[in-house]
């Protein structure tokens, strides 16, 4: 399985975009691209996920360059409920998730 | 539709006690995980199940047993707890492996027990 590469923290202010990037240098080709959002004593959310280029829902972006090492999570207009740990995961469809220790985004009014 | 629920939500243990942390899912999941939380860390694979009737190790298995019993329900068994298994665990469940659409992986958990070994 890819190991990723994220920052450990982040700062924003309310109504602030927030892009997060994972690097992912080992990804194959087979693999997805995933973000799960946990917030404290909850288990974690899936957000979205990805195999190229651009993918948007209705909580995030993620944008994925040609060469699929890296990614990066966009978080339109940020508000406090957003504050939470950001996991990005690297993985094929054979089920195993390995979960980094994420980026901790701490969004302040 | 609950989800996935877990039960207990808190337990205490002393060292050298035994428990079963139970999980269900009403999703119709056929794969289920099991995974631990340290305290700033992220959520490391402890055991699952790809499919009813099969379990393999994840990353930190050693203290612990599963058994899948039926569809629905995947238990934890800690046989002699140590201090070490103090942790906050999580059930989640997905469709598994073999779907057509990544989405087939994408992994539904539960609240959680927090476990507290003394």
């Known amino acids: 399985l890819a190991k990723t590469t994220q920052p450990i923290s982040m700062d924003s202010y309310e109504g602030q975009e927030v892009n997060i990037t994972c690097s992912h240098n080992n990804i194959a080709t087979n693999d997805y691209i995933t973000w799960y959002q946990q917030f404290p004593s909850q288990g974690p959310r899936f957000i979205i996920q990805?195999?190229?280029t651009k993918v948007t829902n209705e909580v995030a972006s993620l944008f994925i360059p040609a060469d699929r090492k890296s990614s990066t999570l966009s978080l339109p207009r940020v508000s406090l409920s957003d504050t939470a740990v950001y996991y990005c995961?690297?993985?094929?469809?054979?089920?195993?998730?390995?979960f980094g220790q994420g980026t901790e985004l701490s969004v302040k009014p | 539709n609950a989800g996935v629920t877990q039960t207990p939500k808190f337990q205490v243990l002393k060292t050298g006690q035994s428990m079963t942390l139970q999980c269900a899912q009403d999703?119709?999941?056929?794969?289920m995980y099991w995974y631990r939380q340290d305290p700033g860390m992220g959520l490391r694979l402890i055991y699952y199940s790809a499919s009813e009737g099969t379990t393999d190790k994840g990353e930190v298995p050693n203290g612990y047993n599963v058994s899948r019993l039926n569809k629905r329900e995947f238990s934890l068994r800690l046989e002699s707890a140590a201090p070490s298994q103090t942790s906050v665990y999580f059930c989640?469940?997905?469709?598994?492996?073999?779907?057509?659409?990544?989405?087939?992986?994408?992994?539904?958990f539960g609240p959680g027990t927090r476990l507290t070994v003394l």
């Open positions: 995961l690297v993985h094929n469809q054979g089920g195993k998730l390995i």
């Open positions: 989640a469940s997905s469709e598994g492996s073999g779907f057509h659409t990544p989405r087939g992986n994408e992994q539904f």
């Open positions: 990805g195999y190229k």
């Open positions: 999703m119709n999941h056929n794969s």
